[in-house]
């Protein structure tokens, strides 16, 4: 099955800097990979997502970048802002059948003004 | 649209005491989802339905079972809660593009 790897766990910036996640995959037939935030005590929601025949996506900013060669991918937050301090949940998953997503372990990120 | 909703929101059982968490959905959606969330250890899938009346059992599915009672409603059960059980429950269903859409959670302690 579907093994996802996610690091750092724990990433701490300064207000204003930016932030990287990374994520490894292992099945090549992966084809959708999502990422959540969740805040303190609340559920996660999706923030971004790129499916496999894009290698970029962007939305204000987020960007989230994807090397299929390589299987890895990685959530970019620029000038971060305290609001933005939550866990941060990747996944990937074939979108084709039944859709069975496999999460990373969550990276916790600290923003401190 | 309340989307996914859980109860109860917490709750505390003895060990071997038995209980039914409830999820629900108004979006009309086919697949719905259990997971458990432990600290450093992300989402784990407990049991799926990819649609009304299929159940599949996911990564830890060992004690607990699951009613997919119709469209909207989701349970799960455990029929002798053991301490290692103790977690946070989500809920989740998809949406037609693959947004996962999850419920406010549920918060089981088991002495």
């Known amino acids: 099955g579907e093994n996802v790897e996610q690091h750092p766990s724990t990433l701490s910036v300064q207000e204003g800097d930016s932030a990287v996640i990374k994520c490894t995959y292992s099945?090549?037939?992966?084809?959708?990979f999502p990422w959540y935030k969740q805040e303190l005590g609340k559920r996660p929601q999706l923030i971004i997502d790129?499916?496999?025949?894009?290698g970029e996506k962007k939305d204000q900013r987020i960007a989230v970048t994807l090397n299929k060669t390589a299987k890895h991918f990685s959530l970019h937050i620029t000038e971060t802002q305290p609001e933005d301090s939550a866990v941060y949940f990747c996944?990937?998953?074939?979108?084709?059948?039944?859709?069975?997503?496999?999460f990373g372990r969550g990276t916790s990120l600290i923003v401190h003004p | 649209n309340a989307g996914v909703t859980q109860t109860p929101k917490f709750q505390v059982l003895k060990t071997g005491q038995s209980m039914t968490l409830q999820c629900a959905q108004d979006?009309?959606?086919?697949?719905m989802y259990w997971y458990r969330q432990d600290p450093g250890m992300g989402l784990r899938l407990i049991y799926y339905?990819?649609?009304?009346?299929?159940?599949d059992k996911g990564e830890v599915p060992n004690g607990y079972n699951v009613s997919r009672l119709n469209k909207r409603e989701f349970s799960l059960r455990l029929e002798s809660a053991a301490p290692s059980q103790t977690s946070v429950y989500f809920c989740?269903?998809?949406?037609?593009?693959?947004?996962?859409?999850f419920g406010p959670g549920t918060r089981l302690t088991v002495l």
């Open positions: 996944a990937a998953s074939w979108s084709g059948g039944s859709y069975i997503p496999t």
């Open positions: 099945d090549s037939a992966s084809n959708y």
């Open positions: 790129i499916r496999s025949n894009v």
């Open positions: 979006m009309n959606h086919n697949s």
């Open positions: 339905s990819a649609s009304e009346g299929t159940t």
């Open positions: 989740a269903s998809l949406g037609t593009s693959d947004e996962q859409f």
